[in-house]
């Protein structure tokens, strides 16, 4: 991927993430509809588009996101359907290869949204962001 | 010897020829300059606008007869060398008409290829307005899908062409489907790596506010980044997402839907189906007949039709995958 379309996919990924935040905070969706939603648009994102996504997150959403995280992500190993990133028809071996190909950037998410909460754990409340 | 008031009187004599010489050459010049626009205005430019419209509208006729019967869009710049091509011979036979000479010899012609090049511009100009004309007839008319994303303005052009189609039947008919019938005109495809878009702007059109204005960027990189296969589920929700700038419309990915979970969210929220394995359609609606369950459904390489409920949940596939969209509160 090019400089500018790397700028331009990271821009477009923290519109779309705001827009998921103001949505949760506006009741248009729930918190589930929030979280799988966050994880498919950050999986398909280039991964320079991780961390300012996940400094979007309050401490207190931080905190239920990585929960979502440890039941979708964590259980599975890190390799969830990848289906919803890839284009058909493909073959089970595909589906591997794409398992493996995003096990990374999910696991760096997951390591993201921990230190997102650990450091908002680790300031006085009244310093929390 | 001259004395010197006599040399004086001389050199403001000569002064003065010389002025006047210049003022007689600027106001010959202007005249012919003058002369020269009102010929062109009053003569050539007709004669170019004519050619213009008869090249344009030669080509642009035999085009979208090729692409009614076809559904096949011909490059841009094939177009633009039929439309070069075509217009000598036409300024030609306009000339004729008028009554002016015509050289028809290899330099005549070079000339009237010169001229043209004026007349291509002229031709733009009106392919542009003739656009905009055709485009702002069609928001009013509408077609068998809904209201077309005239307002879009950004984003990739070829893309943007290609979904002003209008209403048409798909070459292939329902052949292939079980249980389908009723097949109608709507907005079809034009390649096969398009029909998310087709399908995604089909349920931005129903939710949306106002006529949307419709952003297509990065979408031809990302087909182009799935080795021109068309959009990935989530690239479909993407999509949606930024082309509705109401936040009350909320896009997400369901998965593995049942056959009555399929029902009750077609009963609630506008519903885009993967089918077939590499396909997507708008699932428009849901109706009983003699006791069995019958969709309808918007797909962009066919037209709309129905199908039996069973059928579509077999095209489906058991991990089958849904965009739903829905307003809050609308």
């Given at each position: 991927?090019?400089?500018?379309?790397?700028?331009?996919?990271?821009?477009?990924?923290?519109d779309l993430?705001q827009r998921?935040?103001?949505q949760?905070?506006?009741?248009?969706?729930?918190?589930?509809?929030?979280?799988?939603?966050?994880?498919l648009?950050?999986?398909?994102?280039?991964?320079?588009?991780?961390?300012?996504?996940t400094?979007?997150?309050?401490?207190?959403?931080?905190?239920?996101?990585?929960?979502?995280?440890?039941?979708?992500?964590?259980?599975?190993?890190?390799?969830?359907?990848?289906?919803?990133?890839?284009?058909?028809?493909?073959?089970?071996?595909?589906?591997?290869?794409?398992?493996?190909?995003?096990?990374?950037?999910?696991?760096?998410l997951?390591?993201?949204?921990?230190?997102?909460?650990?450091?908002?754990?680790?300031?006085?409340?009244?310093?929390?962001? | 010897?001259?004395?010197?008031?006599?040399?004086?009187?001389?050199?403001?004599?000569?002064?003065?020829?010389?002025?006047?010489?210049?003022?007689?050459?600027?106001?010959?010049?202007?005249?012919?300059?003058?002369?020269?626009?009102?010929?062109?205005?009053?003569?050539?430019?007709?004669?170019?606008?004519?050619?213009?419209?008869?090249?344009?509208?030669?080509?642009?006729?035999?085009?979208?007869?090729?692409?009614?019967?076809?559904?096949?869009?011909?490059?841009?710049?094939?177009l633009?060398a039929?439309?070069?091509?075509?217009?000598?011979?036409?300024?030609?036979?306009?000339?004729r008409?008028?009554?002016?000479?015509?050289?028809?010899?290899?330099?005549?012609?070079?000339?009237?290829?010169?001229?043209?090049?004026?007349?291509?511009?002229?031709?733009?100009?009106?392919?542009?307005?003739?656009?905009?004309?055709?485009?702002?007839?069609?928001?009013?008319?509408?077609?068998?899908?809904?209201?077309?994303?005239?307002?879009?303005?950004?984003?990739?052009?070829?893309?943007?062409?290609?979904?002003?189609?209008?209403?048409?039947?798909?070459?292939?008919?329902?052949?292939?489907?079980?249980?389908?019938?009723?097949?109608?005109?709507?907005?079809?495809?034009?390649?096969?790596?398009?029909?998310?878009?087709?399908?995604?702007?089909?349920a931005?059109?129903?939710?949306?506010?106002?006529?949307?204005?419709?952003?297509?960027?990065?979408?031809?990189?990302?087909?182009?980044?799935?080795?021109?296969?068309?959009?990935?589920s989530?690239?479909?929700v993407?999509?949606?997402?930024?082309?509705?700038?109401?936040?009350?419309?909320?896009a997400?990915?369901e998965?593995?839907?049942?056959?009555?979970?399929?029902?009750?969210?077609?009963?609630?929220?506008?519903?885009?189906?993967?089918?077939?394995?590499n396909?997507?359609?708008?699932?428009?609606?849901?109706?009983?007949?003699?006791?069995?369950?019958?969709?309808?459904?918007?797909?962009?390489?066919?037209?709309?039709?129905?199908?039996?409920?069973?059928?579509?949940m077999?095209?489906?596939?058991?991990?089958?995958?849904?965009?739903?969209?829905?307003?809050?509160g609308?």
């Amino acid at each position: 991927m090019s400089p500018a379309l790397k700028t331009l996919d990271i821009r477009d990924t923290l519109d779309l993430s705001q827009r998921l935040l103001r949505q949760l905070a506006n009741g248009v969706c729930t918190f589930e509809e929030f979280a799988s939603s966050l994880i498919l648009l950050l999986a398909n994102a280039s991964e320079a588009a991780l961390e300012p996504c996940t400094a979007l997150l309050s401490p207190e959403l931080a905190r239920a996101f990585l929960t979502f995280l440890e039941e979708h992500l964590v259980k599975v190993d890190f390799k969830p359907c990848p289906k919803p990133l890839m284009v058909g028809p493909f073959s089970e071996d595909e589906i591997e290869a794409k398992k493996r190909q995003l096990r990374p950037k999910y696991m760096r998410l997951y390591e993201l949204v921990l230190h997102r909460r650990q450091s908002a754990l680790s300031m006085p409340p009244h310093q929390a962001p | 010897m001259q004395s010197a008031r006599t040399r004086d009187a001389l050199n403001l004599a000569f002064d003065l020829q010389q002025r006047q010489d210049a003022q007689r050459w600027r106001e010959q010049t202007l005249e012919q300059l003058g002369q020269f626009a009102r010929e062109f205005v009053t003569r050539d430019v007709p004669i170019m606008l004519v050619t213009a419209a008869f090249s344009y509208g030669t080509v642009s006729a035999v085009h979208g007869a090729w692409r009614i019967m076809t559904g096949i869009r011909l490059s841009a710049r094939l177009l633009w060398a039929t439309e070069f091509a075509v217009s000598i011979p036409i300024n030609q036979a306009v000339d004729r008409a008028v009554g002016r000479q015509v050289d028809d010899s290899f330099m005549g012609t070079m000339r009237t290829a010169g001229m043209m090049l004026g007349t291509q511009v002229g031709a733009r100009i009106l392919a542009r307005v003739g656009g905009l004309a055709v485009s702002a007839l069609r928001s009013r008319l509408g077609n068998a899908v809904g209201q077309l994303p005239l307002g879009a303005r950004v984003g990739n052009a070829i893309l943007q062409q290609e979904l002003i189609g209008g209403a048409r039947i798909g070459q292939t008919g329902l052949t292939g489907l079980r249980d389908a019938r009723n097949l109608t005109a709507a907005r079809l495809q034009l390649r096969d790596s398009t029909c998310g878009l087709y399908a995604s702007l089909s349920a931005i059109e129903d939710v949306a506010s106002r006529r949307p204005v419709i952003d297509f960027q990065g979408v031809r990189t990302s087909i182009r980044l799935n080795d021109s296969r068309g959009l990935n589920s989530q690239q479909v929700v993407n999509f949606i997402s930024r082309n509705t700038r109401e936040e009350q419309v909320f896009a997400r990915l369901e998965r593995s839907l049942s056959e009555q979970q399929l029902l009750q969210l077609l009963g609630r929220e506008r519903v885009i189906a993967h089918v077939d394995g590499n396909h997507w359609v708008r699932v428009l609606g849901s109706f009983q007949e003699n006791g069995a369950t019958w969709v309808r459904v918007y797909d962009p390489a066919r037209g709309n039709y129905e199908q039996m409920l069973s059928s579509f949940m077999t095209r489906m596939g058991s991990s089958n995958q849904v965009v739903a969209v829905r307003i809050v509160g609308g």
